[in-house]
């Protein structure tokens, strides 16, 4: 395994981290982890060198209005003395914050969740204008000052989906050890983007990278040209080896977050870590690369990850799955097979038109997607 220094905390992680939110479940239950498997996963990964375990409050839950099973979860799987070997981020839930006393109401309830005295890194989560002002406002800096004084988190940080000028005031704002972002080779002028990037890494910041594969769009959604391309590649390689390396040729980069479900993931992605040097990619991969950004750009319709945030619809429309079927459309030049897929896919109360326009999936979608006309968009196509 390679490791890197987190900016200017200068601790040892990882190159690969393991995300804890897509993790294996039982029966399509993402509230029922698959204990069984998923300790498995977590801990081969461990044993094979990965010591950045990341989780948040909501993870693995029925919805982000209140915790999940992703935290207490990594306690279970940490235990016989896996915790002494990792370091354990999670987030705090910004949307949930009323009070200061609802900061230390969590936190305290988190290290008890994650069966741990102390955090390693700790983030403020999915930070946008309205959840940053609104935490500052409430003294989110002088808690993180506080929780780090008293023990309870080693590293403060935090995780954004907004835009370039935000992050910057952001990054100034306070003493920041380490920020999250979301970068992949289709996103690199996307929410900080590369900018962002290298304005972190200048004033110290470890990086963590969130969406390198984009929730698996840059997995199983290639144009058959950019697949062709990559198979002329003197050295061949999986999408995911692909996208995972031009993410980790990045020198600011300390860590890439990578949410695994199968142990057949973690075993390939373990393996393209150990490749993973920054600067390790010749000129004509990276070539290669800006082809397919080129290509998948020109035919991709929503920018939508897949990370489920939008979910559970109260109307009960899967959000994710119709800009899915709606991509792939467009991506493969298949609309007919589409629409007949859409048919059958989606029961009738499941379809874009039983949108009411309630608008609480915008208020979550973390790609600032207009899901609502996205919706008629996907109705106008594929009904």
């Known amino acids: 395994m390679l490791y890197r220094k987190l900016g200017k905390t200068n601790e040892e992680v990882s190159v690969l981290g393991f995300g804890c939110m897509r993790l294996p479940v039982v029966d399509g239950v993402q509230s029922h982890i698959d204990d069984e498997k998923a300790v498995k996963m977590l801990r081969y990964a461990i044993d094979n060198g990965v010591n950045y375990i990341d989780t948040a409050y ?67 989560h999915g930070l946008n204008r309205g959840f940053w002002q609104n935490l500052k406002n409430l003294g989110a800096l002088e808690f993180l000052d506080q929780a780090i004084k008293d023990g ?11 835009d370039y000028d935000l992050f910057v005031e952001i990054v100034d704002a306070y003493d920041w050890s380490f920020c999250q972002i979301q970068y992949n080779y289709l996103d690199e002028n996307y929410q900080a983007g590369k900018k962002g990037l290298e304005y972190a890494a200048s004033k110290g910041l470890g ?49 890439v977050l990578s949410g695994m479900t199968t142990m057949e993931q973690v075993i390939d992605n373990l393996s393209t870590a150990n490749e993973g040097a920054a600067n390790s990619l010749s000129t004509e991969e990276q070539a290669l690369v800006d082809f397919a950004r080129i290509t998948i750009m020109a035919k991709m319709k929503v920018n939508c990850t897949n990370c489920r945030y939008c979910m559970p619809c ?12 709606y991509n792939n459309a467009y991506l493969f030049d298949t609309l007919e097979k589409a629409k007949s897929l859409y048919a059958t896919m989606f029961p009738k109360d499941a379809k874009a038109s039983n949108c009411v326009e309630c608008r609480k999936c915008e208020a979550h979608c973390p790609q600032n997607i207009a899901i609502i006309q996205e919706l008629k968009n996907v109705r106008e196509a594929l009904e």
């Open 58 to 124: 909501p993870y693995h839950g029925i919805g982000f209005h209140k915790a999940g099973e992703s935290e207490p979860f990594v306690a279970r799987a940490l235990r016989d003395g896996y915790r002494e070997r990792v370091k354990i981020a999670t987030k705090l839930p910004s949307w949930l914050i009323q009070s200061r006393a609802d900061m230390d109401r969590i936190l305290n309830e988190q290290l008890n969740r994650l069966e741990t005295d102390t955090i390693d890194f700790y983030l403020l």
């Open 152 to 162: 309870k988190i080693k590293h403060a940080g935090f995780s954004f989906h907004d």
């Open 207 to 255: 990086i963590i990278i969130m969406e390198p594969i984009r929730g698996g769009a840059l997995v199983n959604k290639l144009p058959q040209e950019v697949l062709a391309a990559w198979n002329q590649a003197p050295i061949k390689r999986t999408p995911v080896q692909w996208a995972l390396r031009w993410v980790m040729n990045h020198p600011e980069v300390s860590v």
């Open 314 to 325: 109260p109307s009960g429309v899967d959000i994710p799955g119709h800009f899915s079927l």
